[in-house]
Each structure stands twice: as structure tokens, then as C-alpha cells.
């Protein structure tokens, strides 16, 4: 790793920023081995899997130091959703079900000396603008997802290709040990989603995978590329707004 004092560095800011403030909790996110993998194209190493275990120990250091600054580590994984579409379009599902399978192995390899529940696994089917209907539906491939060492799975789940995915859970029981964290605001629109809206979305999922199992969350981050945001930064604040009064009434609803 050229900078090993990178995600030190993160840790620390992220640090100063919360202090004072109210937090149950913060985390920080980290390219999987297989995102490593998927955007900078192995030109050294005789095989994928070689590739794949030299960027798990590569990356061990910065996972370790986002866990060792006491937050959650949360792994970005577009590869194992968008890679379906983007570096393996050439492959048929039970081949592409292999490959992520390789990579969720890197990745628990990576994170072995983290407890699960201090690691969320983000799903990604690439935050873009764009038809998604290449998309790898999430039927084909939540069964593999589950392997991985991470408690919380957070998922696309407003996205208009995705959002009708809930009902997967009534097939794909959720492993006990596995915390939900569908997206209840699309990442991609100005629109400001409905508070209402939100509750029932938080709903589904506490009705097939239990109401302890769900957080709220978002379908993915607002600044994918640097200086450049599809949403209105001061409109992105109103969306966590509604998402907090959704929860509220998704609460209300099912915890009284």
C-alpha cells in the first residue's frame, strides 16, 4: 500500500467531525478486494484468484484501521451486483455466481480479524443513470451474498429496477445473524421521497425478515465521482431528513 496512514487519516477526521455530537454510531466505507479488482484489471499475476489474494492482504491494513478507530467498516461491493454488466457480461449466471463467489472469499480472508457485526457489505448495482435493465436480479445471486463475513447487507432497494426485490426475502431466509439495511431514498433523483413513503418501504422488509433485522438506509452515496453529484447537495439533507421521520413512523408501527 503506497499510504498506509490513509485510512488513519480518514479515521481521524471523521473523528473530529462527530465530536460533540449525538452518534449511536458512524462507520466508514473501503473498496472490497473484488471492487479493486474489477476496476483496475490484473496486468501481473497468472490467475484472477492470485490477483484477488494479493489485494485482500493488501487492503487488510486499512480495514483493520477503520475497525481499530471503533467504527463500522462498510464494504463497498459493486462488484458483486454491477460486475454481472460491466467486467462479466461475457459469463452466464452460474459462472458469474462462481466468480463473486471468489471474491467474497478475498474479502472474508481480508477481514478475518474483524467481528461481523463491526461490517455492513454494501450491494451495489452501480449509481448511475441509466435503463439497469442488465441488472443481475437479486434472486440469482442473495444466497452467495450471504456467505460474506459482514452482518449488515445494505442493499438498493428504492431504485426503480430493484425496488420490487423485497418480496426475494420471502424465499431467501435472511441468516440470523444478519442485519438488513435496504435503501429507502433513490440516490439518483431530486425528488424527496414522501416520509410516508419511506415507512411502508421500512415495512416490507420488518414484515418478512422481522423488525429487528431492518434499518433504514440509502440506495447508495451522492458523490460517486469527485466534484460531481446528481443530487442537489442541500436537497440530499432533506431526503435524510425524510428518512429519519420515516423510520419514526415505521417505528411507531411496529414497535408500539
Keep these: 500500500m503506497r499510504d498506509a496512514a490513509a485510512a488513519k487519516t480518514d479515521a481521524a477526521n471523521l473523528k473530529a467531525a462527530i465530536a460533540g455530537q449525538h452518534t449511536e454510531e458512524a462507520f466508514l466505507s473501503a473498496a472490497s478486494p473484488g471492487l479493486v479488482s474489477l476496476f483496475f484489471h490484473n496486468g501481473h499475476?497468472?490467475?484472477?484468484?492470485?490477483?484477488?489474494?494479493?489485494?485482500?492482504?493488501a487492503m487488510r491494513p486499512e480495514y483493520e484501521a477503520v475497525h481499530a478507530a471503533g467504527f463500522i467498516l462498510q464494504l463497498d461491493?459493486?462488484?458483486?451486483?454491477?460486475?454481472?454488466?460491466?467486467?462479466?457480461?461475457?459469463?452466464?449466471?452460474?459462472?458469474?455466481?462462481?466468480?463473486?463467489?471468489?471474491?467474497?472469499?478475498?474479502?472474508?480472508?481480508?477481514?478475518?480479524?474483524?467481528?461481523?457485526?463491526?461490517?455492513r457489505l454494501h450491494l451495489c448495482w452501480g449509481?448511475?443513470?441509466?435503463?439497469?435493465?442488465?441488472?443481475?436480479?437479486?434472486?440469482?445471486?442473495?444466497?452467495?451474498?450471504f456467505t460474506a463475513r459482514?452482518?449488515?447487507l445494505s442493499l438498493e432497494a428504492a431504485n426503480p429496477r430493484h425496488a420490487h426485490e423485497y418480496t426475494v426475502f420471502e424465499q431467501a431466509k435472511l441468516p440470523d445473524s444478519k442485519l438488513l439495511i435496504p435503501g429507502v431514498l433513490e440516490s439518483k433523483t431530486n425528488f424527496i421521497e414522501h416520509p410516508d413513503l419511506?415507512?411502508?418501504?421500512?415495512?416490507?422488509?420488518?414484515?418478512?425478515?422481522?423488525?429487528?433485522?431492518?434499518?433504514?438506509?440509502?440506495?447508495?452515496?451522492?458523490?460517486?465521482?469527485?466534484?460531481?453529484?446528481?443530487v442537489n447537495p442541500d436537497i440530499v439533507w432533506a431526503k435524510l431528513a425524510a428518512m429519519a421521520e420515516g423510520a419514526r413512523l415505521a417505528t411507531?408501527?411496529?414497535?408500539?
Design 198 to 230: 419511506i415507512a411502508q418501504r421500512i415495512g416490507r422488509y420488518a414484515n418478512l425478515v422481522g423488525r429487528e433485522n431492518v434499518m433504514a438506509g440509502s440506495d447508495c452515496g451522492y458523490g460517486t465521482w469527485v466534484g460531481q453529484a446528481a
Design 252 to 256: 411507531k408501527r411496529f414497535w408500539t
Design 77 to 119: 461491493c459493486p462488484d458483486l451486483a454491477m460486475g454481472r454488466h460491466i467486467q462479466y457480461a461475457d459469463l452466464s449466471t452460474a459462472e458469474f455466481r462462481k466468480r463473486i463467489a471468489l471474491h467474497i472469499e478475498a474479502l472474508n480472508h481480508a477481514t478475518s480479524n474483524i467481528p461481523p457485526e463491526r461490517m
Design 150 to 152: 459482514p452482518a449488515g
Design 127 to 145: 449509481n448511475y443513470e441509466g435503463p439497469h435493465h442488465c441488472d443481475v436480479p437479486l434472486a440469482d445471486i442473495v444466497d452467495v451474498i
Design 45 to 57: 499475476y497468472p490467475s484472477q484468484e492470485a490477483y484477488l489474494a494479493a489485494i485482500a492482504e
